[in-house]
């Protein structure tokens, strides 16, 4: 029987950094190389989301992939305006209750052999008035990968969300920086130096994943995850 592995907590360093892409790119690898029985849908691949506001992430997820997953399953609570989910919540007169969220991730960690979650924006990113993401990955004891982007002010990020994962007890893995085009490897060098954050940020930066120029090409997602140690990742 294959290894259950532990959940995986996707979060970014800020909005549209690429937490996505990483996200899709590890199923995709997943789906290519380690699914025990490659049926359709699969049944060893979760992908949770536990919160969204306006469309976006769990529709791309469920158009992408062959998952053994509603779009409920998916993403449990759904908000139709698309901002913060806490606030998004309000607008609309409803309540985001933790303990449906709760509940939908323990059956999915119950049934799936590897569970990737992705995180509602960054660690300090509101689920309620009272509650960030860093204390969801804290309370869920979930391990933790940082996606920060390749561009000027990485540095300052990194270091800046790394200090609130230790502030807060998130047990941080490593550091992923995200291309959102083609960069040489000067460039990466010189707008995020991947031995510098690592360095600085005390903590591993565990590859650069490449830009992905079609989203929906499974073969492309699964060869950028490829160039990451996977295997450190993959845990």
Known sequence: MTKTL?????????TGVGKTVLTAALAAYWLTYRDPSPNTPSTSL????????GLGDREFYDQTFSLSQTL????????????????????EGKTIDLGIIWQQFLKLQQQ??????????????????????????????LDTILVVPVRLGA??????????????KVKLRG????????????????LAPPQMISRLASIPVLGILPYV?????ISQLALAASELDIERILI
């Not at 409920?72 to 607008?91: G, M, V």
């Not at 960054?122 to 309620?128: D, E, M, N, Q, Y």
Request: proline share 7%; glycine share 4%; aromatic share 8%.
């Open 46 to 53: 979760g992908i949770y989301k536990p919160l969204q506001s």
């Open 175 to 190: 550091i992923v920086l995200s291309c959102s085009q083609v960069y040489t490897p000067e460039e990466i060098e010189d």
């Open 6 to 14: 532990k959940p995986l907590l996707i979060v970014g360093s800020d």
């Open 155 to 168: 540095i300052s990020q990194a270091i800046a969300n790394v200090a609130l994962a230790n502030m807060q």
């Open 112 to 141: 799936k052999e590897y569970l990737l979650v992705e995180s509602m924006g960054g660690l300090g990113s509101p689920i309620t008035d009272e509650y960030i993401v860093a204390d969801l990955a804290r309370d869920w004891h």
């Open 213 to 217: 120029k079609d989203l929906s090409d």
């Open 72 to 91: 409920a399953e998916i993403t449990p609570l759904y908000f139709e305006t698309p901002i913060a989910p806490a606030i998004a919540a309000y607008k």
